[in-house]
């Protein structure tokens, strides 16, 4: 059971703007900032988002995160199906914490 | 371009020590001012931060971990390290050797490819 709830999975069509959810608290997501990461099959987790709504070098701009109190989301425009990923957010809290992942099908 | 790269045994008896290393290539693990990260995945599943070590050698531990965790570092290799004792089934999982900056918030930014340890008998 992982401190941030996100949604097990989200879907969407080429083309389409799809959101994912991540929930926290006070003690992480409501005094700290929020990263996202983006995990292929088989592959480490890749940095999407950080610092809430900044792009490392390299991601598109199709990729935006956005935080609110101690909610957070990520918004991911122009479908593609290489999106087709787990995503993941994360919080310093007292620890290092993470959500349970969503699973994104590109329909 | 830093790279980091885990090794170690892919299979731990239960009640075991499960060790691993990581290896920093493309940059001095002492320089500038990281924290050095383990985090592991079971098959399936989300990811568990486990804790991390700083260039100074001060540590931080997930609470659910801390009384069978142990994380060095030895700046003459450019390798940190990770301890797991009295291991179960449960410990079963990917185990990823990670970089972040020694600054409030600011994310995991490198990872290892992430190493299989299986605990089994």
């Known amino acids: 059971q992982s401190v941030l709830t996100q949604p097990p999975s989200a879907s969407g069509t080429p083309g389409q703007r799809v959101t994912i959810s991540c929930s926290g608290s006070s003690s992480n997501i409501g005094t700290n900032t929020v990263n996202w990461y983006q995990q292929l099959p088989g592959t480490a987790p890749k940095l999407l988002i950080y610092?809430?709504?900044q792009r490392p070098s390299g991601v598109p701009d199709r990729f935006s995160g956005s935080k609110s109190g101690t909610s957070a989301s990520l918004a991911i425009s122009g479908l593609q199906s290489e999106d087709e990923a787990d995503y993941y957010c994360a919080a310093w809290g007292d620890t290092l914490v993470f959500g349970g992942g969503t699973k994104l099908t590109v329909l | 371009q830093v790279q980091l790269q885990e090794s170690g045994p892919g299979l731990v008896k239960p009640s075991q020590t499960l060790s691993l290393t990581c290896t920093v290539s493309g940059g001095s693990i002492s320089s500038g001012s990281y924290y050095w990260n383990w985090i592991r995945q079971p098959a399936g599943k989300g990811l568990e931060w486990i804790g991390r070590i700083h260039t100074s050698g001060s540590t931080n531990y997930n609470p659910s971990l801390m009384s069978r965790v142990t994380i060095s570092v030895d700046t003459s290799k450019n390798q940190f390290s990770l301890k797991l004792s009295s291991v179960t089934a449960a410990d079963t999982a990917v185990y990823y050797c990670?970089?972040?900056?020694?600054?409030?918030?600011?994310?995991?930014?490198?990872w290892g490819q992430g190493t299989l340890v299986s605990v089994s008998s």
């Open positions: 990670a970089r972040s900056l020694a600054v409030a918030g600011t994310p995991i930014d490198y």
């Open positions: 610092i809430n709504n």
